[in-house]
């Protein structure tokens, strides 16, 4: 372990070694104030390309298909490329500069008049989210086919790391928070952790299958959230749905102004609410702490060689540092939210009370 | 604020891509593995019952052979003792049965040997009193030759004959 951290910060040292001239000989070229805060908000926001790397002029970009629907001109189907790189429209479209919808693609119509078109394109995000999702199927159903063709033997390598794996999450994160008939649910939420999961790691990872911003961004974990507000509420026992609408209160709680009734419900979405801002600012923090102490090096440019280099190592051990925070937040997290999701499964398939009470009772001498 | 608000278009990729993995791994993926790690936790299980039981058996079986075997060399010691007694016995009855013939057959010899000494004897007798009596006639042909003499013999011969009666 020790060794491995020698060579890592060694390894680092030698990049900027390399490294920090050339961008420091860029930057001086252009002497404009840096917006730092626009660049991290760009880089935690979608994007129509996969952007690979970028210097002031040349830009290397993956272009992705943009999909649109506007009621005016029908469907179109173009590359971004078209846009290259947000300086140029194409037909009436164009990516707005400023407003509520910057960044976005717009339509002009004839008169004039901006409007949003249905955005269905494959951004950065749904690319990366396709890809994600590909690598899982890819990566589950292997072990899965490994294992079916050969069920008796425990597993090696990857498969067998992959099924402890699995077999932890399940053992102790599922069995336990559910309880009595867990396993009609445990699919559903290995799947969830390893969804969360596998795009967390994918987002760590800078260079060009990772990057994106997926599971910090709202939509996915919406979706996310949706899913397990859906499994809670329609699995839901009669006693639960009984403790939401009845609850064991004063009658005056409950009659003429149904209040607990009320907060019961409330309880039911701020759950699912959670879970999704949850992870979605966990997310989008690592990726902007990580962006910000990179942020530092540009920053320090225009105070001197001296502070320039100094922070420059400095930004890389913190941003060492925070990587490997974020490689645990991003199991934390996926943990977090699948056993969340799993206790709240829990709570909707309470025991019934002449249960809970002989249990009680039954408790008691002890 | 951007970042707040869902995109209609990134909600519609993620509804498919997270529907399909659901889909997938929900049905194909996730049941497998656990149904085939609970296959495998349930065929240790029994292999480890059955490997215990057959030890169990195991050592039934070797109890019992041991059993078997000291059983076996018990019966072995009384039926050698049983065989050395019978032999013993046989041995007696032969001695006291060949003893037996033999004393018969002594006896047989014995009587044959009397009932021949009487023969013998009986016969010894016959040819003496033949013997006799033909010395005896030789001997009185020479003297009673004269009539004096066979007078005499007369008169001795009845004065003997009336010795005994009297």
Do not use: C
């Given at each position: 372990m020790h060794k491995f951290f020698t060579y890592c910060l060694l390894t680092v040292i030698g990049l900027f070694i390399i490294s920090s001239p050339g961008y420091a000989a860029s930057d001086t070229h252009?002497?404009?104030?840096?917006?730092?805060?626009?660049?991290?908000?760009?880089?935690?926001?979608?994007?129509?390309?996969?952007?690979?790397?970028?210097?002031?002029?040349?830009?290397?970009?993956?272009?992705?298909?943009?999909?649109?629907?506007?009621?005016?001109?029908?469907?179109?189907?173009?590359?971004?490329?078209?846009?290259?790189?947000?300086?140029?429209?194409?037909?009436?479209?164009?990516?707005?500069?400023?407003?509520?919808?910057?960044?976005?693609?717009?339509?002009?119509?004839?008169?004039?008049?901006?409007?949003?078109?249905?955005?269905?394109s494959l951004t950065k995000n749904a690319a990366s989210l396709l890809f994600s999702s590909l690598l899982l199927i890819v990566i589950v159903m292997t072990v899965a086919r490994t294992m079916k063709r050969n069920p008796l033997k425990a597993g090696k390598g990857f498969v067998g790391m992959m099924e402890m794996f699995i077999m932890s999450i399940h053992d102790d994160v599922i069995k336990p928070s559910i309880g009595k008939d867990y396993e009609r649910y445990a699919p559903y939420l290995l799947t969830v952790f390893f969804f969360i999961f596998?795009?967390?790691?994918?987002?760590?990872?800078?260079?060009?299958?990772?990057?994106?911003?997926?599971?910090?961004?709202?939509?996915?974990?919406?979706?996310?959230?949706?899913?397990?507000?859906?499994?809670?509420?329609?699995?839901?026992?009669?006693?639960?749905?009984?403790?939401?609408?009845?609850?064991?209160?004063?009658?005056w709680l409950k009659v003429p102004i149904p209040l607990m009734p009320v907060i019961e419900i409330v309880g039911t979405l701020t759950k699912p609410f959670a879970l999704m801002i949850r992870l979605f600012?966990?997310?989008?923090?690592?990726?902007?702490?990580?962006?910000?102490?990179?942020?530092?090096?540009?920053?320090?440019?225009?105070?001197?060689?001296?502070?320039?280099?100094?922070?420059?190592?400095?930004?890389?051990?913190?941003?060492?540092?925070?990587d490997f925070v974020e490689l645990l937040i991003a199991y934390i997290?996926?943990?977090?939210?699948?056993?969340?999701?799993?206790?709240?499964?829990?709570?909707?398939?309470?025991?019934?009370?002449?249960?809970?009470?002989?249990?009680?009772?039954?408790?008691?001498p002890d | 604020m951007s970042l707040l608000t869902p995109e209609p278009g990134l909600l519609f990729w993620m509804l498919i891509s997270f529907g399909t993995v659901l889909f997938v791994l929900m049905k194909y993926g996730f049941p497998i593995i656990l149904k085939m790690v609970e296959k495998r936790r349930t065929y240790i299980e029994e292999s480890l019952l059955s490997a215990r039981k057959a030890h169990e058996e195991l050592a039934t079986v070797k109890q019992t052979s041991e059993e078997l075997l000291a059983r076996t060399h018990q019966e072995q010691a009384t039926i050698l003792k049983e065989t050395s007694l019978l032999r013993d016995q046989m041995m007696e009855k032969a001695r006291n049965d060949a003893r037996k013939e033999a004393d018969k057959m002594i006896e047989e010899a014995r009587k044959q040997i009397e009932t021949e000494k009487e023969k013998a004897l009986l016969s010894i007798r016959?040819?003496?009193?033949?013997?006799?009596?033909?010395?005896?006639?030789?001997?009185?042909?020479?003297?009673?030759?004269?009539?004096?003499?066979?007078?005499?013999?007369?008169?001795?011969?009845?004065?003997?004959i009336d010795l005994a009666k009297s």
């Open positions: 252009a002497p404009e104030e840096l917006n730092v805060k626009e660049l991290i908000l760009e880089h935690l926001a979608d994007d129509y390309e996969w952007q690979i790397v970028s210097n002031g002029e040349r830009h290397l970009a993956i272009p992705l298909p943009v999909i649109l629907y506007s009621e005016a001109s029908g469907w179109h189907l173009f590359s971004s490329a078209r846009f290259q790189h947000g300086k140029s429209g194409y037909k009436n479209f164009h990516l707005a500069s400023e407003g509520r919808y910057k960044g976005k693609i717009m339509e002009t119509d004839p008169t004039g008049k901006e409007s949003r078109p249905l955005d269905l596998t795009n967390n790691l994918l987002g760590l990872i800078p260079i060009f299958p990772g990057g994106a911003n997926v599971t910090g961004n709202i939509a996915v974990t919406l979706v996310l959230a949706t899913a397990t507000f859906l499994i809670v509420n329609l699995t839901g026992t009669k006693e639960y749905y009984k403790d939401i609408l009845w609850p064991d209160v004063p009658v600012a966990n997310i989008m923090a690592g990726h902007s702490i990580v962006l910000g102490l990179t942020m530092l090096i540009f920053v320090t440019v225009s105070m001197g060689t001296a502070v320039n280099a100094s922070m420059t190592v400095l930004s890389v051990i913190f941003t060492v540092f925070i997290q996926a943990y977090v939210f699948t056993l969340l999701s799993a206790v709240f499964i829990g709570q909707a398939r309470p025991e019934p009370r002449v249960k809970q009470k002989a249990a009680l009772e039954t408790n008691k | 016959e040819e003496a009193a033949i013997l006799s009596l033909n010395l005896t006639e030789k001997i009185l042909r020479e003297k009673l030759g004269t009539k004096e003499a066979q007078l005499a013999l007369i008169d001795r011969l009845l004065d003997e």
